[in-house]
Antibody, heavy 127, light 107 residues
Framework: EVHLVESGGDLVQPGGSLRLSCAASGFTFSGYAMNWVRQAPGKGLEWISYISTSGDTLYYGDSVRGRFTISRDNAKNSLYLQMNSLRAEDTAVYYC????????????????????WGQGTLVTVSS | DIQLTQSPPFLSASVGDRVTITCRASQGISSDLVWYQQKPGEAPNLLIYGASTLQSGVPSRFSGSGSGTEFTLTISSLQPEDFATYYCQQLNSFPRSFGQGTKLEIK
């Protein structure tokens, strides 16, 4: 069974740093792209970052680019999000999500989707 | 960047009703659209991908349609467990984007 477990959320002061982790199990972690999505209290979902299977392709949302860094360790089945220069508006529950599909093989195309999500970890940025 | 506009933002309905939620993209995204259901305090749950493919384990009362810029999620006969917030997401290009959500409430 696929499991994604986030950790590292905490209360941090504005300008501070935090590193989130997402531990994966139940699937071949190195075979899947991964993503971070966040949700501010009472608000909608916001995609923030993507990392390819090997970690050589990265994308970020405008709100976090230059401050956050996504990475992965396939040997440890783990995904990370290094968060620097934190702001009050970064306060949110942070989810890791597995990306599936998005390719064609042998004439069959597999549409992209985020098919498994962790339970989330809360980051609060406040003085 | 691709913007997704969901409507309506709030929907009040009764058990047994048929409801439809619309998601419009600011530019064409082929069929690279997914729908999620989220209940309070829980992570999103994938319902539909590829605009119309039902995720394994999702009840058949959920269906999706559309391509290009206009998409719909339909629940054919609402059940008590369906009252939740629904989000669309485009996976056609980066940055990925979500609709603002539709909160489905009991009338």
């Amino acid at each position: 069974e696929v499991h994604l477990v986030e950790s590292g959320g905490d209360l941090v002061q504005p300008g501070g740093s935090l590193r989130l982790s997402c531990a994966a199990s139940g699937f071949t972690f190195s075979g899947y792209a991964m993503n971070w999505v966040r949700q501010a209290p009472g608000k909608g979902l916001e995609w923030i970052s993507y990392i390819s299977t090997s970690g050589d392709t990265l994308y970020y949302g405008d709100s976090v680019r230059g401050r956050f860094t996504i990475s992965r360790d396939n040997a440890k089945n783990s995904l990370y999000l290094q968060m620097n220069s934190l702001r009050a508006e970064d306060t949110a529950v942070y989810y890791c999500a597995r990306g599936s599909g998005g390719y064609c093989n042998g004439g069959t195309c597999y549409p992209p989707r985020y098919d498994h999500w962790g339970q989330g970890t809360l980051v609060t940025v406040s003085s | 960047d691709i913007q997704l506009t969901q409507s309506p933002p709030f929907l009040s309905a009764s058990v047994g009703d048929r409801v439809t939620i619309t998601c419009r993209a600011s530019q064409g995204i082929s069929s690279d659209l997914v729908w999620y259901q989220q209940k309070p305090g829980e992570a999103p749950n994938l319902l539909i991908y590829g605009a119309s493919t039902l995720q394994s384990g999702v009840p058949s009362r959920f269906s999706g349609s559309g391509s290009g810029t206009e998409f719909t999620l339909t629940i054919s006969s609402l059940q008590p467990e369906d009252f939740a917030t629904y989000y669309c997401q485009q996976l056609n290009s980066f940055p990925r984007s979500f609709g603002q959500g539709t909160k489905l409430e009991i009338k």
